[in-house]
């Protein structure tokens, strides 16, 4: 008997076949290894992304957390004033969980990166049974693919993570049509559409796996099926255009398709993107001529593989594709001007599952020898070649993510409790430097140009009260080269233009960036209705008058040192101050020379009658020496002479023109 004969009896004979029965327990033990390799992607999703969860709200949230205060769950469908994008479900997750804090949605966004991933292996799996490998490592290269850092490590991109899951969702429902899931499926499809402008390429999407269907399994070509999708996409165009939004002002998108195709390039062969800088310098051209090249040779490799794979049609169809996938989603990229699409990482976010599947492609046809011979030994080269490809980019953007958090922590410890502020050279960009790839920029965003540090504050600190004023003054004089690279959406300003702000009365804080360290110091301020304390001694004839004092902070690591002055005239000449650390035999062991308030205001720009208290610090590398002092003057940066100080108490001590001040512990 034939085996089709054989097959078609059984078919219609089923009592007749032999029974084998199948117990409780390996049922569940299959369930469980169908699951395995499920918790295992998500596991990989929180081990990459995992340090994002004690984040704060950065990047665009403060701002969008104050605009949805004025907003219930029902207006944000209804009404997007003040915003110009339309955005209801995405809005209404972030006012969901928002009260929750910034937590909350970071594990709601590593949460759906790591189903986006199950679900790509689900779709891969489905319509390409023959390809046991290709679902899981498409899943893999997707959360691990290094331009999602600024989509799941934030908490505003909620509209990229939840349309592009809810995508894939609904595709695999749209592939499982048969299995009753068309409902579920036009639901996931309402989500992705109605999460975001990215979602409406949906349709095209499901219209594009219809056609792949027909072309590999010969299938008729079923585009009546999508058309339910369709008018999804319709109503919310049709919202879109009905529902009041705000202008995006100077925004044109403009044609510019050179460096949008280049950024597009570089985002598909990313792997290979980092080799532009090299091959530039060898062959005396531009990075963007090296990525050119660098993409035509792995073009090239590719359209070789594509040859050699004409026995294996499964090949083909599989890079049709991912490369589908990828122009899909990537076509409304093209609607942006240049310079928002090349520093907006984020927006490759929908691409990238299209990408992830096609380097897995690439990869396991790479590996197809070892993988027939010897599979265990493939999986380790694998996973080998894919940590090589991620872990550079994920070690540079965990870099400039975890600064920017530490910008920001930093800022919110000094506004407890609320308080009126001046924050100098607070960084609004980071970017790792030298940058990994040849376009564009993979920068973060603290805080866009649009915010002000006022929302950032009210935003991480149980929604503070409105009227605190926090402005953020870019000031270049204090500048210091750093490990990364540095944005400032501030104007820079002056000594004059900085005067002004000081001397409204607000306490100084100064960003200081050095090779080694990032700190955020408190320097001071030129208090209104403040008493100034007695003073102790006078300087020369300048009208200036000064009172000093030493403590020495806990854990004892920290030498504050506070001075008062007073001018009782306007002082025209540039002098600096200095404040000396000195040793029980009189040898300096630290000293921090500078103008008043962390070099920000020179006596010169004094009016009659202003009263600075300032604040300078020491960091100690050990315990203080027996005796030790500390001693404060003024002195000519022109010739390096002290000024006379005259004592104006008898608690004074007057040293070389300098009054020296004995060191107190602080108690607390």
Known sequence: MSLRKERANRALCPDNQPQQKKGKGQGLRRAYIRCLPCAALFAVAFVVYGYALDSPFMKDAPEMLAWLQNHTLLTLWTDASGFPFYRPLSWCVLMALSPAGPAALHLFNIGLHGLAAVLLWRIVARLMPDQRWLGPAAGLLFLLYPFSYEVVTTTEPVVQTVSLTAMLLATSCYVEWRKGLRLPGLLAACASIFAGEYGVVLPAVLLGVELWQARRRGQPFRWQRTLPYWGLAALYLVARTVVPRSAL???????????????????????????????????????????????????????????????????????????????????????????????????????????????????????????????????????????????????????????????????????????????????????????????????????????????????????????????????????????????????????EELAETIQAGDPLLLYRYTPSALALEEIGAAPLDAAPPAPLAAVGETGLTLTARAVLLPPGDQLAVVIDWQASEAVPRDLTAFVHLYNGAGQVLQQRDGRPLGDLYPFWLWPAGEYVQERRIFWLDGALPAGASVGVGVYDPATGERLLLTSLSSDATITDNGLRVPILRDRQ
Do not use: C, M
Request: neutral net charge; aromatic residues 12%.
């Open 249 to 495: 002002g100077d925004w044109s998108p403009g044609l510019e398709l050179v460096p949008k195709l280049l950024y597009l390039l570089q985002a598909l062969f990313y792997p290979l993107a980092p080799l532009a800088f090299p091959l530039a310098r060898q062959l005396s051209i531009s990075p963007e001529a090296g990525l050119l090249v660098t993409a035509g040779l792995a073009a090239g490799a590719v359209a070789l593989l594509a040859g050699q794979a004409r026995n294996r049609p499964s090949f083909v169809d599989a890079l049709l594709l991912a490369l589908g996938w990828t122009a899909i989603n990537a076509s409304p990229l093209f609607l942006l001007s240049a310079d928002y699409l090349l520093n907006g990482p984020r927006l490759l976010y929908l691409p990238a599952a299209g990408i992830a599947l096609f380097w897995a492609l690439v990869l396991l046809a790479l590996l197809q020898p070892l993988r027939t011979r010897r599979p265990a030994l493939a999986l380790v080269l694998f996973l080998l070649v894919t940590a090589a490809i991620a872990l550079p980019a994920w070690n540079a953007s965990r870099q400039v993510v975890e600064t920017a958090e530490e910008v920001v922590d930093l800022f919110l410890k000094s506004q407890r409790p609320p308080r009126d502020a001046v924050v100098v050279n607070f960084v609004s960009w980071l970017a790792p430097s030298p940058p990994l790839y040849p376009i564009g920029k993979q920068g973060f965003t603290i805080v866009p140009g649009f915010s002000d540090l006022g929302t950032l504050a009210w935003a991480n600190q149980a929604h503070r009260p409105p009227g605190i004023a926090i402005d953020s003054l870019f000031f270049g004089i204090v500048w210091q080269e750093w490990e990364l690279e540095q944005r400032f959406y501030q104007q820079q300003v002056g000594w």
